[in-house]
């Protein structure tokens, strides 16, 4: 190679034929660009074809805020070649302006200037900036007519305007007409796959790329981890993982991100969090991912606890983030931080999103807080028929079925299709409120009239309803005549209804239904048993207990929480773990004393088998959500609403005992068990006496 001569740079009177290296190194701001203009025009060479687009460029692309002079150049210029229509043309995507793009190259047709490779590539890039795949197409047959449509540069372009407005098929059908692909193709094409959330295809085209020895790069790979981790492909996240690892990329923090996201929503929770820790920095897309993962595998504790760490990093929480924290603060109940999450909304004047919105009033509605998943409903700036599904189940949920079917049909006037969640939500409405009738008609009409057909569990609240309002031979005949073969959840629901109705021979028959499906759930023993025992029949309860033992089920011991002070306080029954425990029954003493001036009488059923007569009173008195009931009042302000969690039903004596506290000490307690929530006030329940 010749060594190039020094360049000696000319005087500025002396231009050279090709000006732009002195255009660069000369004009840095845009007084310099005036003087170069003026003296260009003073020498009469302002017009020579590369000079021109030159300056153009130099104002255009080159300097900060020159843009407006540079139109004024690009004006002057009487007959500008295609070289500076390209140049204005990139400008205008550059600095976000598709349409101005488009608008100049419609220009640029109707002033018969012939466009080039270039041309074509930036104003379809515009397309793609634009999302218009109809302007997008007509330029693609606008390039076949120029003869340019199979250039791979265009080509190239081609497809990444059709993927990027999601039009993955004709993006496809050009990839498969490229034959030597460059890794700029094969992302293209990858980000199409990924926009319209075809994940299967982007699995699919990466083992192509394996297969044809193609080069990927970190891009390629973070398509298609999240494409792993949506379908749980674990084997070929794993693969990546490994790859990344023996090419030492892991210190590319989006890569590192995408593994974490991936493992997290495969369910490798704990792999996931190792990865998490060993990053170097974490940005909020990190955090998201790993906190969702918590909640999406339902480790909510862990999930909150992790969101606290991110505050304290002083990361700000996104969408996402927000969405998570929401849906683990429902599940565990946790008030203060689901509402320290709203007023951080507002605060920060954040979008309410529909996501968000969502999962705000789900929050709110599982909390036992309706009036507040109302009223941040109706503030919801946009809606979709899972905001309308969520508030009809919460509405269902805390006693409020009436409401619930106003909404339903608020929701079909509002034009949103039910889908099978909703109906869930709406039969679950007519079950807690004992609309049986109501409840039959949606049931008939889910199919025929919005197609959507009826799922076991439709069957299994259908079931609930009729054995929850005491028609539990009906319940069984519809469940002998159910078109799907009943599932142990059914009979489970039947068994259920027939200790509420304390029919023994249907309980009998339910028992040995569920028994055959699922041997080993100490709950449904413990429901027959009770049946037994509510009819008298203590013989044949202890002998079904002594099955369970010899079977070696163990019953699910009841475990309640109170929160106090934003700290969860857990009891089982007859717990003397607590520190306070001397207090905690000494209170326990008190309201019971309180609420039998009440009129409460205690209700034996509900003791343990085993519990000798003179003891059952007391040992039903120390059930654990007696006894969380117990430290709430000794430590929350006076009037504060108590709020319990309890992993099991709760029982009969404990919803009676609840009512009574709840007005004796003039306090809301909302207490979560399995099933539902309950709203206790005054003396009175919001599920009605209905669980
Ligand atoms: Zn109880
Ligand atoms: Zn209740």
Redesign the pocket.
Known sequence: MAVMPAIIPPPLLQLPPNPRTLLLEKCKSLRDLRQIHAHLIKTGSFLHHSTFENILECSALLLPNSMDYALKLFDQNPQPHTEAFNIMIRAFILSRFPTNAVLLFLRMLASSIKPDKHTFSCILKACSRLNSVEIGKQVHAYAVKCGLACEDFVLNSLIHMYASCGDVFDARKLFDKITERGIVTWNAMFAGYFKVESWQEVVTLFHDMLALGAEFDEVTLISVLTACGRLGVLDLGQWIDVYVHENGLQSNQNLATSLVDMYAKCGQVEKARNLFNEMASRDVVAWSAMISGYSQWSQCREALKLFHDMQISGVEPNEVTMVSVLSSCAVLGALETGKWVHSYLRRKQLKMTVNLGTALVDFYAKCGFIADALETFTKMPQKNAWSWTVIIQGLASNGRGEEALKFFSFMLEADFQPNELTFMAVLSACSHAGLVDEGKRFFHSMGSIYGVEPSIEHYGIMVDMLGRSGLVQEAYDFVIEMPVKPNAVIWRTLLASCKIHKNVEIGEESLKQVVKLEPKQSGDYILLSNIYASVGRFEDAVRLRNQMKEKGIRKTP?CSSVEVDGVMHEFF?EDSAHPLWKEIYEKVDEMMMRIKEAGYVCDVA?ARLDAEEEEKELS?SH????LAIALGLLRSTPGAVLRVWKNLR??????V?TKLISKVYGREIVVRDRNRFHHFKDGFCSCNDYW
């Open positions: 009841g029954a509900e039903v059930h654990s959500e007696k709760v029982c009969r004596d404990c919803h005992a």
